[in-house]
Nanobody, 127 residues
Framework: QVQLVESGGGLVQAGGSLRLSCAAS????????MGWFRQAPGEEREFVAA????????YYADSVKGRFTISRDNAKNTLYLQMNSLKPEDTAVYYC????????????????????WGQGTQVTVSS
């Protein structure tokens, strides 16, 4: 399995921006489709965004569409989540996840389809 480490979380005011990173190691990063999920206290872990192996296909939860952008750099083995216009309801622990995929263009918003998870990074948005 690939190992994943998130970074870039922190405390930000509403309307601000953060960029999360997820560094991958251990396996060939470009063989994995990737996703971001988040979990607020007392809530289920929910889908945020997903990207295909080649970066050509992306998909977003309605709650973040138009504000968040997922991207990847396969040469650097890194996944990103640019978060703009942050709202207090975006407060959560954010996790990156990987799913090994033989196809370059597919994505998934289903957390049970992901094989590997990072430890998470806290994002707190104050009002």
């Amino acid at each position: 399995q690939v190992q994943l480490v998130e970074s870039g979380g922190g405390l930000v005011q509403a309307g601000g921006s953060l960029r999360l990173s997820c560094a991958a190691s251990g396996r060939t990063f470009s063989t994995y489709a990737m996703g971001w999920f988040r979990q607020a206290p007392g809530e289920e872990r929910e889908f945020v965004a997903a990207i295909s192996r080649d970066g050509g296909n992306t998909y977003y939860a309605d709650s973040v569409k138009g504000r968040f952008t997922i991207s990847r750099d396969n040469a650097k083995n890194t996944l990103y989540l640019q978060m703009n216009s942050l709202k207090p309801e975006d407060t959560a622990v954010y996790y990156c996840a990987a799913r090994e995929d033989t196809r370059t263009y597919t994505i998934s918003f289903k957390k049970y389809e992901y094989d590997s998870w990072g430890q998470g990074t806290q994002v707190t948005v104050s009002s």
